[in-house]
């Protein structure tokens, strides 16, 4: 190869590798606005692109990337992304954030023993509404893995460093006394022993009052029933005709309780949740 000819491709290569810097400053800049205007698909596919060719970020624009498929709510890809900030960064502050939004795809998978895991990473050098963040998290994660006791902590340090002030915790604290009470006031093992002492019982215990009259009449119609047959023939006939469907319904009757008070628990405890929420979100998570 001439010397000459050998200059003149180095410099149409740098001439080419500039040109492209430029055009994937370009790309991010626009993926940047379209993402602004919420344009989610729009801006992740230009950003895929400019990562793709080789954009000099790549812990930013992966960032950039998962927070475009959050809100697409394409959860598994946001979460692959997230780690990949995580790991092609050097930066604390971003690193946190990373770990931060993946705790919050995790929890909104319902995956909160992976939610843990991945807040135990958060740098000790963590800024103050990245560490309000961190103690809300946890907050929700342990009281979907049913640690009430230390969700009620989690959520406390939340608010104080938000400085909501004493009435915010005050308020917090009798909502969780409540939380504390529902396995108690709706024990599913309780109800399912009741009705099958006495049939409907169990659920007129957990406040299903339709539920427990209707067990109680069909239980009792099959009773009285069985007691005519008895009077007219005999106790084995009555017996033959009448226990399989005895059984059947006293047996599903105490099941139908159990499931009752259960169904009554996790709906208490969404309804003080959601109270929870609201006492203790921080402001950041109001703006996104």
Known sequence: MKRKTFFILIISLTAHLLLNAQTLVEVVEFANQEFKKGNYTIASKEYNRAFFFGYEKKDELSLQIAHCYAQM???DLASDFYNKAFRLSNN???KDEAILNNAFVLLLQEKQAQALNELFNLSGSAQLEQQIQYHFLKGIAYYGL???STALDE???SIQLQAHGQLAEITLQEEFKKVFHYHKR??????????GILPGSGQLSVGAIQEGVNSMLLIGGLYL???GIMQNYSFWDAAIALFPWIQRYYL???DKA???AISKIETKRYESYLKIIELTMPDSFEEQ
């Open 73 to 75: 709510n394409d959860l």
């Open 258 to 260: 159990k499931t009752l």
């Open 146 to 148: 049913y640690n009430d």
């Open 252 to 254: 599903g009757g105490m």
């Open 186 to 195: 709706y024990n599913p093992q309780r109800s399912y022993v009741m009705s």
């Open 225 to 227: 029933i069985a007691v």
């Open 92 to 94: 604390d502050s971003l």
């Open 155 to 157: 959520f406390v340090q």
